[in-house]
């Protein structure tokens, strides 16, 4: 079964530091894209960024350049989210995906949807 | 960046209606579009990829039509069990963007 699962909840205060992971497992790791979708309290959903772990390309949000890190270690099959510097408006759900892609003969070029979700981490930032 | 926009942000429908989302984007993202359906407290889940086809195992009372900046979610026949709040996504361009979700209740 192919599984995306994320590390707990956490609990931190401003200015802290924080990387929250997400393993796979049942396909091979290397070969897809990981998503990072952030979910704020009562919101709708945010495209983070992606990384491939086969070379550790990234792909962000001009929004959110240079305020969370996207890693990789895929020895372990493992994708990590990354703050220095945490802030209250930080406090969200993160959840990671696997971004699949599809080759239609209609559409031209592949179609990438996110086909598999981790379980989300919540995140809460507050003094 | 391409912007995505979802209408109506909520309705109400009873059980065995006909449901219908509608999804634009801010330009031509040809069939480059996804559907997702996140329930209550839950991860979300893919229902549709490339505009009009059903993942697998989603009911076929969901389908999806559309291509280049206008498309739309239907809900056939709605069933209790389809509460919940649905987004589009596009995948045409880098960074992806998401609609800002279609929440669907029971009347």
């Known amino acids: 079964e192919v599984q995306l699962v994320q590390s707990g909840a956490e609990v931190k205060k401003p200015g802290e530091s924080l990387k929250i992971s997400c393993k796979g497992s049942?396909?091979?790791?290397?070969?897809?894209?990981i998503g990072w979708v952030r979910q704020m309290p009562g919101k709708g959903l945010e495209w983070m960024g992606i990384?491939?772990?086969?070379?550790?390309?990234?792909r962000d949000s001009s929004s959110l350049q240079g305020q969370v890190t996207f890693s990789v270690d895929k020895s372990i099959d493992t994708a990590y989210l990354q703050w220095s510097s945490l802030k209250a408006s930080d406090t969200a759900i993160y959840y990671c995906?696997?971004?699949?892609?599809?080759?239609?003969?209609?559409?031209?070029?592949?179609?990438?949807?996110?086909?598999?979700w981790g379980q989300g981490t919540r995140v809460t930032v507050s003094s | 960046d391409i912007q995505m926009t979802q209408s109506p942000s909520s309705l109400s429908a009873s059980v065995g209606d006909r449901v219908t989302i509608i999804c634009r984007a801010s330009?031509?993202?040809?069939?480059?579009l996804n559907w997702y359906q996140q329930k209550p407290g839950r991860a979300p889940n893919l229902l549709i990829y490339?505009?009009?086809t059903l993942q697998s195992g989603v009911p076929s009372r969901f389908s999806g039509s559309g291509s280049g900046a206008d498309f739309i979610l239907t809900i056939s026949s709605l069933q209790p069990e389809d509460v919940a709040t649905y987004y589009c996504?596009?995948?045409?361009?880098?960074?992806?963007?998401f609609g800002q979700g279609t929440k669907v209740e029971i009347k």
């Open positions: 330009e031509s993202i040809r069939r480059h």
């Open positions: 490339a505009a009009s």
């Open positions: 990384i491939f772990p086969g070379d550790s390309d990234t």
């Open positions: 995906a696997r971004r699949r892609i599809i080759r239609l003969p209609d559409v031209g070029r592949g179609v990438y949807s996110f086909d598999v």
């Open positions: 996504h596009q995948s045409y361009i880098t960074p992806g963007s």
């Open positions: 049942g396909y091979s790791f290397s070969d897809y894209w």
